[in-house]
């Protein structure tokens, strides 16, 4: 199993920047790779941003792409997502998550830290 650990949510304001962090622990090596969602009350969840552990290869949701960075130090075991510019629409709960190699949803999930971005 693979534990996740998210922190660094909190208030902000709009136009300000925020840096969320996930530390993962457990099987780690058999990570392929990690990923943020958010999720809405009432609405599904969505996609932020993805990286593959090994090769660093990012992917990005539409609603962040262009503000959006994820990254991750894998002697750390950390995955950091940046957002920038950040405003009201971004407020929600954000996960990490994390696949193994081969499958076809992600796996395991933390318990989220809350975003509110307020006007």
């Known amino acids: 199993q693979v534990q996740l650990v998210e922190s660094g949510g909190g208030l902000v304001q709009a136009g300000d920047s925020l840096r969320l962090s996930c530390t993962a622990s457990?099987?780690?090596?058999?990570?392929?790779?990690m990923g943020w969602f958010r999720q809405v009350p009432g609405k599904e969840r969505d996609f932020v941003a993805g990286?593959?552990?090994?090769?660093?290869?990012?992917s990005y949701g539409d609603s962040v792409k262009g503000r959006c960075t994820i990254s991750r130090d894998k002697d750390k075991k950390i995955v950091t997502l940046q957002i920038n510019s950040l405003n009201p629409e971004d407020t929600a709960i954000y996960y990490c998550?994390?696949?193994?190699?081969?499958?076809?949803?992600?796996?395991?999930w933390g318990q989220g830290t809350q975003v509110t971005v307020s006007s």
């Open positions: 457990g099987r780690t090596f058999s990570i392929y790779s």
């Open positions: 990286i593959t552990w090994t090769e660093g290869k990012t």
């Open positions: 998550a994390s696949r193994y190699r081969g499958s076809s949803t992600y796996d395991y």
